[in-house]
């Protein structure tokens, strides 16, 4: 494949960096963007400009795209759907009320340390697709959040941090399913067992997920917040502010602030039954769309054909309880989807950066010129970062899988390295670079389902992923170093 050298690198690099210096995500996007298609069009700025609009129609030629985007709109039509039904009023009363009941005291602080618990064991127990988890925890728990004063950037760190890498390291899921056929793809000896046996043994050594959980336990049981996280805390304990001041809050009010129908019962199963049918029919979905076979599903069939779905049951369900006519349902559907509409056209701009940054061949040219200088020893730790740039210049996670797995087995079978280790390596870089990047799929649904400041959510989990990323590297330098 024709890569494009040290321009490749540019319109990433440059949409990443004024994301994260002007907090303008969509003006940067659209700049990576165009000067990316100007690179293609060999310096024309005419001909790049309208090259441009047109990569951003083609986003649409992807089914799975086009799925992810109606998923996004759907999401919003059924947030406002159990908002205006009184579900997320009724679920906040009844949660605070045992919170108050199972504290021995009404200590807000202890009260915030069960809640973000609860939060992070509910995000990983829905291992089965990453976008259900980050919706489920950021619609279930963001109303108690904002009435216990925690900060938006916090729920979004939980809800993200707490997604890829439970999904990552259970192979009962599209992502396990995804990597067993790209290990599959690639030149394995038939001593190292079937591709299922080793995507097992290379989640022993994926080590960077395992930290990001572990860390995320360790930030909520002991209260102690690093760089702009600690900011945020601050700021929202003394003012009581949930976001930052000026922040653009991923989720338009028609979705946000939907009130409560007038003269109706606040009842959380409005809430709790759309949320379980649509956590319910996913693996059903993912069983129907894989024709049997679950691991074999379509994720982003399964996570679009179960939000209808539950859009659908919400809408009967108040019906037959008389919370919300059928018209009135409707209308509802139409406020909440209409408020999703900036964070499509994000996801459209993301959706078009990756797929530039594949024509330019960004990810296969840093693989490339790394291959040039990495001894033995430091394979899998060089193989960790390499994916990690890819993934966070790309913003996709499986965009990274497919393209570094290609390149870890053939290099470390040629260095006589563990190729489990290396492949290992090249998944945990991947949600590494995933997870601060933020032109992120999964960090853009992060901070919309939690009515977050985008780039507030990625400035603020930063310094965390840095350090789990940080000690990830030690630690596969340690083993490239034994093994060596």
């Known amino acids: 494949m024709e890569t494009y050298g040290l321009l490749s690198l540019l319109p990433p690099v440059l949409a990443i960096g004024l994301a994260l210096w002007t907090r303008q995500v969509f003006l940067s996007l659209a700049a990576g963007l165009w000067l990316g298609f100007v690179i293609l ?65 009404a200590e807000t602080k202890g009260q915030r340390k069960l809640v973000e618990l609860l939060a992070l064991g509910t995000g990983l127990l829905l291992f089965i697709e990453s976008n259900i988890s980050i919706l489920t925890v950021g619609t279930l728990y963001r109303p108690v959040f904002d009435k216990l004063g925690i900060p938006r950037e916090k729920l979004a760190y939980i809800a993200d941090s707490g997604s ?39 989640t022993l050594m994926n080590f960077y997920p395992m930290i990001v959980i572990l860390t995320l336990v360790f930030v909520i049981v002991s209260g102690r917040d690093i760089g702009l996280m600690r900011k945020a805390e601050i700021r929202a304990k003394e003012t009581g502010l949930l976001n930052r001041e000026d922040a653009q809050i991923m989720m338009a009010d028609a979705a946000l602030d939907t009130e409560p129908k007038d003269g109706i019962p606040f009842k959380a199963r409005n809430m709790l039954i759309p949320l379980a049918l649509m956590v319910v029919l996913m693996p059903v979905f993912l069983w129907i769309t894989g024709n049997g076979n679950i691991v074999e599903g379509s994720g982003s069939k399964s996570v679009l054909y179960a939000t209808s779905f539950a859009v659908v049951g919400a809408m009967v ?46 990810g296969l040219y840093v693989a490339e010129t790394a291959k040039g200088f990495i001894s033995p020893a430091l394979v899998p730790a060089m193989i960790f970062l390499i994916s990690c740039f890819v993934a966070f210049s790309t913003g996709t996670s499986w965009g990274t899988f497919a393209i570094m797995v290609a390149i870890a087995v053939p290099l470390a079978q040629a260095m006589e390295v563990d190729p489990v280790l290396a492949i290992a390596a090249a998944i945990g870089g991947g949600v590494f670079g995933d997870h601060c990047s933020p032109t992120s799929d ?7 389902a939690t009515a977050n400041d985008h780039i507030d959510h990625v400035r603020t989990q930063l310094p965390y992923a840095l350090i789990g990323g940080g000690i990830t590297t030690i630690l596969y330098l340690i083993l490239g170093f034994l093994s060596a």
């Open 317 to 362: 369900l108040y019906k037959l309880t008389g919370a919300l006519r059928i018209r009135e349902s409707f209308e509802t559907v139409l406020s909440g989807m209409s408020g999703m509409v900036p964070l499509a056209i994000l996801m459209v701009l993301a959706f078009a950066l990756g797929s530039l940054c594949r024509e330019l061949g960004t």
């Open 442 to 448: 999964t960090s853009i649904i992060s901070s919309m």
């Open 164 to 202: 890829a890498p439970s999904s990552v390291l259970l192979p009962f899921n599209a992502w396990g399913a995804y990597i067993i056929g790209l290990i599959a793809a690639q030149p394995l000896s038939a001593n190292m067992g079937t591709p299922t046996d080793v995507f097992i043994r290379a």
């Open 41 to 105: 069009a060999g310096g024309n700025l005419a001909t790049g400009t309208l090259a441009a609009m047109d990569g951003i129609v083609t986003v649409f030629e992807s089914a799975g795209n086009t799925r992810i985007i109606l998923f996004t709109l759907i999401v919003g039509a059924l947030i406002a759907l159990i908002q205006r039904s009184g579900g997320v009023a009724g679920f906040v009363a009844r949660l605070m009320a045992k919170l108050d009941r199972m504290s021995a005291t």
